[in-house]
């Protein structure tokens, strides 16, 4: 059959991007061009589903010929060194699972798995909206707010793998309870249920086009566009606590780049301008002429890059 993958089969590794709702695979040249990729619903909350699910899908995406190693990215913490993963709460029956060894032992592949933001971080410091820097942080806006840093070019994730979780620094002392345990998290207000909470108080007892509608980020957003004031107060208060995270982050550790990526930064400029903004008022002035933002220049395809490349860094 008439395969139409670029790349060199043989040598392609696997890059695995598990979400709370979508399993998305590919091929990945070592080059980074994307070759044979499957889309699938996650099946099963039970660690052998989840696990079988995995090793299916890169036996499928071996029919193309065997590959050096997998890498799989996780909504969740990856320790470093024991690649146990910790923090998972949309696919709790990993936690404590040694990811990497489990899913090796399935594949029998050598196996890296990463934090997802730290998988995309590494994409876009690859091939990506970073390439031509080496202090980096890579900001995952969707469900949850995701970071991941890379530092003197290097991916940088700290003694227990938590390094980077911008999504946690707190912004509202007296904020609405994480996730995480704390309160008031950049998270808990910039998140995609953070947007809904914040709609749904914004709209109450105003006029709104949101009212009736149903919230989602991509609807506040298109709703902001046509000026409506209950939806700009909600994009202004996830810019105001992304810019406040961001800005903390670039005041301790000085990198020249943002990269924003993830489902909720398609808002695009309505949202990253806004961003931009909030970061400048709360950071060293020579700090923030330092660093340049941009949009996610792999957008989807980060997730599945960044753990392929984990793959072959690991020396797969
Ligand atoms: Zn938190």
Redesign the pocket.
Known sequence: MYNVSVGNPATEFIGLDLGGTFLKAARVAPDGVVGRRLRQPVESDSVDGLLSQLAGAVRKLEEDGPAPAVGLGIPGIVEPVTGIARGVPNLPSLEGLPLAAELAARCGRPAFAANDANAGALAEAWLGAGQDVRNMLYVSLGTGVGGGLVLDGRLFLGHAGYAGEI??IQVEPDGVR?????WG?V??IAGAPGWVRRAEKAVAGRPSILAGQRLEPAVIVEAAHAGDAAALEVLDGAARALGAGIAATLNILNVERVVVGGGVSAAGAILLDRVVAETRQRTFPAVFAGCSFRPSALGADAGVIGAARGAMLAGG
Request: net charge negative; aromatic share 0%.
């Open positions: 999504g946690h994480c996730g995480c345990g704390s998290c998270e808990t």
